[in-house]
């Protein structure tokens, strides 16, 4: 059986194509488009330029699925819909535009379908599971591989963009101000006690570009792992950017070059925070959750099959 995937995000929109048999899922086809929604917003609401945007591209993937005479087509939405205020009109747009309807998945939900799509990449059994996407930040924490708190931030690597920076890099003021609006967040949710976790999981394309820049610009080598402390070496890079660094930017993550630094610190400050020293980045997530969860509806064995996403 053959399944599409496609997740409305608010930086990217991504389409996900996968064969399920006997338990097994591959992945046939993976294809995103930068949509950056989340510039899009005007006193909460998506505006009308944004709502075409997203309507052009689920229409894009449209056709391709339809090219593959793909049937199970399921479309989500993540805090590029959950955030704003005209929600139902988005997704009404975007069922009477493309004959989609949008599942917008909540916070919590979406920190625990991430942790499910990463899982069967764990090899630590207690840990903490970070997943910076454009609009929101999701943070699970786990123990002997279960959850024991999932979470939301209403912050991400586009929408500290958007509110922070002036420019296309961030000033040093701007860099303290976005570092100060995580550790708000973070001190909103209430945790009189910290439990360190040396060991964290990364999800989603802000940290998978941090490591694709690190693998480029400090080691010259392929790694899914990386320490918290090269974060600041790229930082520092970065923050008189020559032409020559600049030039390896724009190969790497070209499509990335205004939010990195926002993700950056994101994740920088939520890894001091829990005492983190190693980050293991993960290739699976939300998208793998969702299919497992709320397609497949096998979610509780993810973690036990040998997938090859």
Same mark, same amino acid.
């Given at each position: 059986?053959?399944?599409?995937?496609?997740d409305v995000?608010?930086?990217?929109?991504?389409?996900?194509?996968?064969?399920?048999?006997?338990?097994?899922?591959?992945?046939?086809?993976?294809?995103?488009?930068m949509?950056?929604?989340?510039?899009?917003?005007?006193?909460?609401?998506?505006?009308?330029?944004?709502?075409?945007?997203?309507?052009?591209?689920?229409?894009n993937?449209k056709s391709i699925v339809?090219?593959?005479?793909i049937?199970?087509?399921f479309?989500f939405?993540?805090?590029?819909?959950?955030?704003?205020?005209?929600?139902?009109?988005?997704?009404?747009n975007?069922k009477?535009?493309?004959g989609?309807p949008?599942d917008?998945?909540?916070?919590e939900?979406e920190? &625990?379908?991430?942790f499910?799509g990463?899982?069967?990449? %764990?090899? +630590?059994?207690d840990?903490?599971?970070?997943? !910076?996407?454009? =609009?929101s930040?999701?943070?699970?924490?786990y123990?002997d591989?279960?959850?024991i708190?999932?979470?939301?931030?209403?912050?991400?690597?586009?929408?500290?963009?958007?509110?922070y920076?002036s420019?296309?890099?961030?000033k040093?003021?701007?860099k303290?101000?976005?570092?100060?609006?995580?550790?708000?967040?973070?001190?909103?949710l209430?945790?009189?006690?910290?439990?360190?976790?040396k060991i964290?999981c990364g999800?989603?394309?802000s940290?998978?570009?941090?490591?694709?820049?690190?693998?480029?610009?400090?080691?010259?080598?392929?790694?899914?792992?990386?320490?918290v402390?090269?974060?600041?070496?790229?930082?520092?890079?970065?923050? &008189?950017v020559?032409?020559?660094t600049?030039?390896?930017v %724009?190969? +790497?993550?070209?499509?990335?070059?205004?939010? !990195?630094?926002? =993700?950056?610190i994101?994740?920088q400050?939520?890894?001091?925070?829990?005492?983190?020293?190693t980050?293991?980045v993960?290739?699976?997530?939300?998208?793998?959750?969702?299919?497992?969860?709320?397609?497949?509806?096998?979610g509780?064995?993810?973690?036990?099959?040998?997938?090859?996403?």
């Open positions: 059986m053959i399944y599409s995937i496609i995000g608010s930086n990217t929109i991504r389409l996900n194509i996968y064969s399920y048999k006997n338990k097994l899922v591959t992945s046939l086809l993976h294809k995103k488009t949509a950056g929604l989340a510039g899009y917003v005007v006193d909460g609401y998506l505006s009308p330029k944004g709502i075409e945007r997203a309507c052009t591209i689920i229409s993937y339809e090219n593959f005479q049937q199970n087509v479309v939405a993540t805090a590029s819909l959950r955030n704003i205020v005209n929600t139902d009109e988005v997704v009404w975007i009477e535009r493309t989609f949008v917008v998945i909540a916070g939900e920190a &625990k379908l991430g499910i990463a899982s069967h990449a %764990l090899t +630590v059994k840990g903490i599971l970070v997943d !910076i996407g454009g =609009g930040t999701e943070i699970t924490t123990e591989a279960k959850i708190k999932a979470v939301s931030l209403p912050i991400g690597s586009l929408s500290l963009y958007s509110k920076v420019k296309l890099f961030p040093d003021s701007e303290e101000a976005m570092k100060q609006a995580v550790l708000l967040e973070l001190t909103k209430g945790e009189t006690t910290l439990k360190e976790y964290l999800v989603g394309g940290i998978r570009a941090t490591k694709k820049l690190q693998n480029n610009l400090i080691f010259d080598n392929e790694t899914n792992e990386f320490e402390a090269t974060i600041s070496q790229l930082l520092n890079l970065l923050q &008189k020559d032409k020559k600049l030039r390896k %724009l190969q +790497v993550v070209p499509d990335r070059v205004h939010t !990195i630094i926002p =993700g950056m994101i994740l400050t939520i890894a001091t925070y829990y005492g983190c020293e980050i293991h993960s290739n699976y997530g939300v998208r793998e959750g969702y299919l497992y969860t709320r397609v497949l509806k096998e509780t064995d993810y973690g036990k099959n040998e997938e090859k996403i």
